[in-house]
């Protein structure tokens, strides 16, 4: 079994920055060399794929909405995973939710993913 656990959220002005982490821990986590990810899912919406990366951090994919904001990145030794998120937009007020799953991460970006953390709010103000 895999537990994630977000920390990070808040309300922030737009323009602003947050920076999200996300803890693993379960020893499946480190035999699996599992990717790691971010969705988020605002009011009224759906949830949405934000950005994933591989074990060896040498592979990352983001959705269109945040390419060139968000900077998505690990630290393997301490089984954690960080998501930059800078120039912040109103309309990325959501729950972000950290993922991991065993899979190619490219499965990520279909919506899919093996665990979830419980989510952390993030506000952004206008």
């Known amino acids: 079994q895999v537990q994630l656990v977000e920390s990070g959220g808040g309300l922030v002005q737009a323009g602003g920055s947050l920076r999200l982490s996300c803890t693993a821990s379960g020893r499946t986590f480190r035999t699996s060399g599992m990717g790691m990810g971010w969705f988020r899912q605002a009011p009224g919406k759906e949830r949405e794929f934000v950005a994933a990366?591989?074990?060896?951090?040498?592979?990352?994919y983001y959705a269109d909405s945040v390419k060139g904001r968000f900077t998505i990145s690990r630290d393997n030794p301490e089984s954690t995973g960080q998501l930059q998120m800078n120039n912040l937009k109103p309309e990325d007020t959501a729950v972000y939710y950290c993922?991991?799953?065993?899979?190619?991460?490219?499965?990520?970006?279909?919506?899919?993913?093996?665990?979830w953390g419980p989510g952390t709010q993030v506000t952004v103000a206008s």
């Open positions: 993922t991991a799953d065993a899979r190619p991460i490219a499965t990520m970006t279909l919506g899919r993913a093996d665990y």
């Open positions: 990366i591989n074990w060896s951090g040498g592979s990352t």
